[in-house]
């Protein structure tokens, strides 16, 4: 017997999907800071897997974006080239805040008395102007001794185009100093912009050493309860990465666990021939969204963490599924700022104490608890029947805060679901409408363990042609992992101005990429039979300063051809991202683009046995009071979702119970449920 498993460690929840003899089986358990491998192992317990049964081992977490936000990383120092030292601390001159005359960067995470120098020049072009001085490497890892620094960054200038100073800079460290952590830039990133490597370079210094020692732990914790293979781990580019890329390279890891959900919701599309989503997955802590269209998700490098309005946050250059998250989840705490006003998160009850209803201590009302007190959520399955929930002390939170507000217990609650959705339609407007892209023209796909029960309210505010509630809803981050192929992306600065004789120049540059792919992945026992490629150009108007993303014609075609097509392609996204065209430009590519698909055996949807007929009433469990807020207090039909089969459909009022989550539909929504059991809820005008 083997079994195939995919784990997500979330704020609140660990998340395990697994599938058993073609069957498709999810568990939650609570997440156990800071021991998240534990969380992992009693998952796998609670769902009675023999991990000596497991071939094939899935894990995404968000151990690196923890370890940032909550400065839980290492004392860092960075090498750079002389001169260059406070390239870190001028950063970008794109202040957000521009009104604000006392506004300050952020504070770089390596300090100016942790910039170390050296003397060395590399041009622009890649030639060598000056040789490396590897004698001065004694005092400098000498001086980092002395202020027990923890890991080091490199970063030379124009390394992203010839590497060699920083790999004999890297290799004489290791000689005089074999136990500390080191990395490179070349190892992250062969992009331009010496800021933006520079940040990059010292964020995976910083999570180095807490990241490793969280995958060693997870083998380690894994191989002793029975698991023969290492685990592969998600990466942050839509693709999954064996333990040792993941373990080389940690900051690829930064969005590891919402990125896994993303990767299913287009995979669940491309089942369904659903090619535009809106993509949300609402947990414990966060919202995040993604958009997907034509069946593709949009991956950039642009990446920033902790923007704000503002603050300008600190970029990170490396290949990221363009997610935009905030502070709004099932956990967010309501509370009362000293004007009088009600707010909804950021902060997170997490799973300790969590929710008052969990009845751990928690005091502060959440958004689940306002979900509980609506009726939404059933109290006799609470979380999956595992918690008998504290409602009394759910009614006493949120009078507590009707006193200090002057209004009743209900109306907060009806006031904290409405703060939740009106922030995440912001966040799903940032994805589309401020993108180019109308909502009507998508459907919304939610998952999570929140995503259901908010998602028809969402939709309903954005237009969208329907709500998609796919299978396993609730944990659809692992489900998601089981889904994908390995992947891994090269990104190469080579500035080329586009011309009828740019044909040739292209293909030999994405040759000697797709050979480095080729070559990596046979490193990993891989034939190049099992590795695919597909191919893109960053470009932009010549004077311009930022790209956007092309995919290349066949290097097959006619150069006349090719050259047409591409550059049709270009002008056309162009026009998407930015409402203009200017045909009459030249077009300079900035980087090559080559990502590289290590295929594996996946799981394989099966579709379920339809009913017979439409009727669903076989799957009505009960029924009781639900307050719909603006749409009035209606006895709703509870369903339960296992019992609803293909062919079935059925209107709102009513609620959808699954031991993961809980879906709402509203009153006059009407609900069809597809071959796979997916739910698709349309909307009276839909």
């Given at each position: 017997m083997t079994v195939r498993v995919a784990t997500d460690v979330g704020g609140t929840f660990t998340d395990l999907v697994y599938i058993d003899d073609g069957a498709i089986k999810a568990v939650k358990s609570d997440t156990t800071p800071p021991n998240f491998e534990q969380g992992v192992v009693n998952a796998a317990n609670k769902a009675n897997i023999a991990l000596q049964d497991v071939d094939f081992f899935a894990h995404g977490s968000t151990v690196v974006i923890n370890a940032i936000t909550e400065r839980k990383g290492v004392k860092t120092g960075l090498i750079t080239t002389k001169g260059f030292r406070d390239v870190l601390e001028i950063a970008r001159g794109n202040t957000p805040d521009?009104?604000?005359?006392?506004?300050q960067k952020p504070a770089p995470f390596v300090p100016r008395s942790l910039r170390l120098e050296i003397d060395e020049r590399i041009a622009y072009n890649g030639?060598?102007?000056?040789?490396?001085?590897?004698?001065?490497?004694?005092?400098?890892?000498?001086?980092?001794?002395e202020q027990q620094v923890e890991a080091i960054g490199i970063c030379l200038l124009h390394s992203y185009i010839n590497p060699q100073h920083e790999i004999g800079l890297l290799e004489a460290i290791k000689s005089y100093?074999?136990?500390?952590?080191?990395?490179?830039?070349?190892?992250?990133?062969?992009e331009?912009?010496?800021?933006?490597?520079?940040?990059t370079t010292v964020l995976s210094a910083y999570v180095l050493p807490p990241a490793q020692q969280y995958l060693d732990n997870l083998k380690v914790k894994l191989a002793n309860n029975g698991l023969s293979s290492d685990p592969f781990i998600m990466q942050s580019n839509g693709g999954i990465a064996t333990l040792n890329a993941a373990r080389n390279n940690p900051i690829t890891l930064v969005?590891?666990?919402?990125?896994?959900?993303?990767l299913g919701a287009a995979a669940y599309g491309a089942v369904i021939d659903e090619g535009d989503i809106m993509a949300l997955d609402i947990g414990g802590t966060t919202a995040k969204c993604s958009l997907i269209h034509n069946g593709q998700t949009r991956v950039t490098t642009e990446y920033v963490i902790e923007k704000t309005a503002k603050t300008a946050g600190y970029p990170i250059k490396t290949p990221v599924i363009d997610i935009v998250e905030i502070g709004n989840g099932g956990g967010s705490i309501a509370w009362v700022d000293a004007a009088g006003s009600l707010h909804v998160g950021p902060q997170s009850a997490g799973s300790t104490p969590g929710p008052v209803a969990y009845g751990r201590g928690g005091s502060e009302p959440t958004t689940t608890d306002a979900n509980l007190i609506t009726g939404r959520i059933n109290p006799d399955n609470f979380a999956g029947g595992d918690i008998s929930p504290d409602v009394d002390g759910v009614n006493a939170a949120f009078d507590a805060l009707g006193k200090k507000l002057k209004v009743s217990g209900m109306d907060v609650a009806h006031g904290v679901i409405k703060i939740a959705n009106a922030n995440m339609v912001n966040a799903l407007k940032l994805i589309s409408v401020n993108r180019g892209y109308d909502p009507r023209d998508f459907a919304l796909m939610a998952f999570g363990g929140g995503g259901a029960m908010h998602a028809t309210a969402l939709g309903l505010e954005l237009n969208a042609?329907?709500?998609?509630?796919?299978?396993?809803?609730g944990v659809f981050s692992a489900w998601g992992m089981l889904m994908i192929d390995l992947r891994r992306d090269y990104i190469q600065t080579h500035q080329l101005q586009i011309n009828q004789h740019s044909q040739c120049e292209i293909a030999k540059a994405f040759a000697a990429i797709t050979d480095k792919a080729n070559s990596d992945y046979g490193a990993d026992g891989f034939s190049e039979s099992q590795v695919i490629h597909e191919m893109y150009l960053d470009a932009r108007y010549h004077g311009q300063e930022h790209t956007v993303k092309v995919k290349i014609p066949s290097l097959d075609l006619p150069q006349d051809k090719f050259i047409a097509q591409l550059s049709n392609a270009f002008h056309q996204a162009h026009f998407q991202e930015y409402t203009f065209s200017l045909e009459s430009s030249a077009i300079e590519v900035v980087n090559f683009h080559v990502v590289a698909f290590g295929l594996l055996d996946k799981a394989e949807l099966k579709p379920l046995v339809p009913s017979e007929n439409s009727d669903a009433s076989g799957a009505i469990t009960a029924t009781r009071q639900v307050d719909y807020d603006d749409l009035g207090i209606h006895q709703a039909d509870i369903y339960q979702r296992d019992l609803l089969k293909p062919n079935m459909q059925f209107t709102g009022p009513?609620?959808?119970e699954e031991a993961t989550t809980t879906t709402v539909v509203l009153p006059n929504n009407r609900v069809e449920v597809d071959d796979f059991g997916g739910l698709h809820i349309y909307f009276s005008q839909s």
């Open positions: 521009i009104f604000n005359n006392y506004y030639e060598v102007i000056s040789d490396i001085d590897l004698s001065q490497v004694p005092a400098l890892v000498e001086y980092f001794k100093w074999p136990e500390i952590h080191v990395i490179a830039s070349h190892e992250i990133s062969s331009w912009r010496e800021y933006e490597r520079s940040s969005e590891s666990g919402p990125v896994g959900g993303i042609r329907k709500v998609i509630i796919p299978p396993f809803a009513a609620i959808v």
